[in-house]
């Protein structure tokens, strides 16, 4: 191993502990972490490869879906494989470098999903409150655009903090209990001042994802307005069902993300095991639910899935008789 004394850039090696104080679990708390990642990746993949594949399907909030699935297999590919390593082989070193590239792409994933999750509730916003200027509005151009900005806005806010992380000496301090790399957690390794980076995360938390937050929560809030005033019941409760399980997956999103981001700067009293376990499921569950939330329940998605599973029109599916 190395150590970082006199040059902040000089390599050294941390180690993931995993889940403190449930480190002889580790075994079967990775089997239902297993089977969520495995779900994640087929939901995501099969929800992608339909899109994609389905011209009649290229429409703004398909094209939106397929965004959230890239973020979503970028967002757990990134963290899981890694976890899971730790939990089954105690594969717990990983570089410096190797460590700051995980951190990136974690957060970067999780601010392109914050953005199209946000791009998502404009896209309801209209097609509800303003369905005539619908198709004039959620242009391809616009699409284009919506997508270009998600990503150049993950990697303007995140591109800092690789700097600010390799400037700190770390002065041989390189156990983090944890499953994978954050930035605070980095940082709190190091042997200097770390206000910088401290002050640079609640910045851009606030500024991005807590604005992402405000901004879907208004978007909804007008959505429910306009439906409270439809005149059909059953109007009324088919749009109440989707925008309730859109945001059920959209507080399963962001409550644990902002829990964990909280207890790094203000919740010492929490146990860390708490604070790990709610990490690590931010990065899985949604990336799971998230194809059977905006995809199985959309009519359309769902016929392509089973036409690509059952090409013959003939699966047994109890729920909608014998044909699919």
């Known amino acids: 191993m190395f150590e970082l004394n006199e040059s902040s850039f000089d390599p050294i090696t941390f180690v993931l502990t995993g889940i403190p104080g449930m480190e002889e679990s580790h075994i079967w708390i990775s089997v ?6 495995i779900t994640a990746v087929f939901g995501n993949s099969v929800l992608l490869f339909v899109i994609i594949t389905d011209r009649s399907l290229h429409e703004p909030m398909y094209l ?4 959230l699935a890239v ?3 970028m967002l757990s ?3 899981v494989p890694k976890m899971l390593a730790i939990f089954w082989f105690s594969a717990r070193e990983i570089s410096f470098d190797a460590c700051i590239t995980q951190m990136f792409f974690t957060h970067f994933s999780f601010i392109v ?3 199209v999750l946000l791009a998502m509730a404009f896209d309801r916003y209209v097609a509800v409150c303003d369905p005539l200027r619908y198709s004039s509005t959620l242009t391809p151009s616009v699409i284009g655009k919506i997508a270009v900005t998600a990503v150049v806005r993950g990697f303007c806010i995140m591109f800092p903090p690789i700097f600010l992380l390799k400037r700190l000496p770390y002065c041989g301090h390189n156990v983090m209990p944890h499953t994978y790399c954050e930035h605070m957690g980095i940082a709190r390794l190091a042997c200097a001042d770390i206000k910088a980076n401290v002050w640079y995360g609640l910045t851009t938390a606030l500024l991005s994802s807590g604005l992402d937050v405000v ?3 208004v978007s909804y809030a007008l959505i429910l307005r306009t439906v409270f005033r439809l005149p059909s019941p059953e109007a009324r409760l088919k749009t109440l069902s989707t925008c309730g399980s859109h945001l059920c997956v ?9 829990f964990s981001f909280l207890t790094h700067r203000f919740g010492h009293q929490i146990p860390s095991h708490v604070h790990i376990l709610l990490a690590n499921l931010y990065v899985v569950v949604p990336p799971m639910l998230n194809p059977i939330v905006y995809g ?8 392509r899935v089973v036409r690509l599973f059952c090409p013959t029109g003939e699966c047994p599916c109890p729920s909608w008789g014998s044909r699919c």
């Open 32 to 37: 239902p972490f297993c089977l969520m990642y």
């Open 64 to 67: 939106f879906l397929a965004m």
């Open 71 to 73: 973020a979503d297999l």
């Open 77 to 79: 590919t990134t963290t």
């Open 113 to 115: 999903e914050s953005s």
């Open 215 to 217: 901004l879907i929560t």
């Open 250 to 258: 959209i507080l399963m999103f962001y409550m644990p993300a902002f």
């Open 296 to 303: 199985v329940r959309t009519r359309q998605i769902r016929d």
